[in-house]
């Protein structure tokens, strides 16, 4: 499933903030459950793929956005992978 923080659409985003956005609940058993960030390195690899496509790029104060052909072609897969489902 096609799954992008609506941050890193609308404004730029660096690593911290998409690996909070993909972070899960660690649980630890009769302990208390904690959020546990997402692997930082997963991300990064996937962002620097996006980059060479021309799909995201640096923005100068920082951070990361999509490009206007990077949103199309994200938006086509996950209309894609919703009319298969439906």
Known sequence: ???????????????????KA???KKRNGVKPS????AHCSVIRKAIQQMEALGMCQKRENGGRSLTSTGRRDLDRLAYQILKERH
């Open 22 to 24: 993909f972070s899960r």
């Open 1 to 19: 499933m096609c799954r992008y923080p609506s941050a890193f659409i609308h404004q730029a985003t660096g690593l911290t903030g998409l690996s």
């Open 34 to 37: 904690h959020r546990s960030l």
